[in-house]
Nanobody
Framework: QLQLVESGGGLVQPGGSLRLSCAASGFSLENYVIGWFRQAPGKEREGVSCISSRGGITTYADPVKGRFTISRDNAKNTVYLQMNSLKPEDSAVYYC???????????????????????WGKGTQVTVSS
């Protein structure tokens, strides 16, 4: 079982920033594609950003392009999501995920893979409100 732990969520005012972290527990992230997803109340989970195993390829959902940046530090076994210019509509529980058979970041972020192929963290709440 691939275990991931998210952190860094919280309450922030519109226009503010947060950095989320996704740390691997018990395995090395180095060879895995990693994705950030979010789910707001009453809505389906959606892909936010995904990154290739070596970090050279990234993809972003249209609503976050230009505001969010995904990165990874394999030496620290951690993937980050820097979120700037936050909006109330960014409020959601944010999850990171990976999968041993996941190779395409686009398919991962589009959630084209079957749900049983994803290993999810427990999530971290992000609330953007004045």
């Amino acid at each position: 079982q691939l275990q991931l732990v998210e952190s860094g969520g919280g309450l922030v005012q519109p226009g503010g920033s947060l950095r989320l972290s996704c740390a691997a527990s018990g395995f090395s992230l180095e060879n895995y594609v990693i994705g950030w997803f979010r789910q707001a109340p009453g809505k389906e989970r959606e892909g936010v950003s995904c990154i290739s195993s070596r970090g050279g390829i990234t993809t972003y959902a249209d609503p976050v392009k230009g505001r969010f940046t995904i990165s990874r530090d394999n030496a620290k076994n951690t993937v980050y999501l820097q979120m700037n210019s936050l909006k109330p509509e960014d409020s959601a529980v944010y999850y990171c995920a990976t999968g041993s058979k996941i190779t395409s970041i686009r398919m991962m972020c589009d959630m084209t893979y079957g749900n049983d192929m994803y290993s999810w963290g427990k999530g971290t709440q992000v609330t953007v409100s004045s």
